[in-house]
């Protein structure tokens, strides 16, 4: 769905900038969301530094906004030294904000990302008990490979098309100005 509002929110990519958001989101999910996120429960500490590092991992984020605050992130992280054939995908979603839709949403998003840099293998690991995700990758008619307690599930993007740039472009552009929305005015210049 090319519109970024839905839901009460907006759906965009997020810049750097917006780390302490992506924190911030990923230390507010509860206990088990954390571990359905991560595949093993987290501490604190290890959520501070994952999204400190974020700039260092080659990853694309998209968030989903209510208000400024991130409340839903889904990730594209290549996989090897530069822009491969392969990514991989991971999301969180707060617990208010699960079955709305929202992470079917972002992976359609995460889905066109790959496709339009030429992405042929977006993987997606989860646990065999995380069935949301499941459903959500079987939407997009993921092949799901169940292995030890874990699932892999695999989109094979299509070729990217004018269209999907297209409609890329001008999410990003919406996108632009929907994070700008967000900034804190300051009644001081900043030094």
């Known amino acids: 769905m090319p519109e970024s509002h839905l839901w009460g929110g907006t759906i965009r990519k997020m810049w750097l900038s917006e780390a302490d958001k992506f924190r911030d989101h990923l230390l507010r999910l509860d206990r088990d969301s954390r571990r359905m996120r991560f595949g093993m429960a987290v501490s604190d500490a290890f959520i501070v530094d994952y999204a400190s590092r974020l700039g260092e991992m080659k990853c694309l984020v998209y968030g989903f906004f209510v208000e400024g605050e991130l409340r839903a992130a889904a990730e594209m992280r290549q996989i090897g030294d530069a822009w491969s054939a392969d990514a991989e995908g991971a999301f969180s979603v707060e ?97």
Request: charged letters at 25%; aromatic letters at 8%; one cysteine or more.
């Open 95 to 191: 617990h208010d904000y699960q079955n709305r839709g929202v992470g079917t949403e972002l992976l359609g998003r995460i889905i066109r990302a790959a496709r339009n840099r030429g992405i042929q293998r977006l993987y997606m690991n989860c646990l065999a008990e995380n069935h949301k995700m499941q459903r959500i990758c079987r939407k997009y008619e993921a092949e799901l490979l169940f292995d030890h307690g874990e699932v892999v599930g695999r989109v094979l993007p299509a070729l990217p098309t004018y269209i999907s740039l297209w409609e890329e472009a001008v999410d990003d552009t919406s996108g632009f100005v929907m994070a700008m929305i967000d900034l804190p005015v300051h009644s001081e210049p900043v030094a």
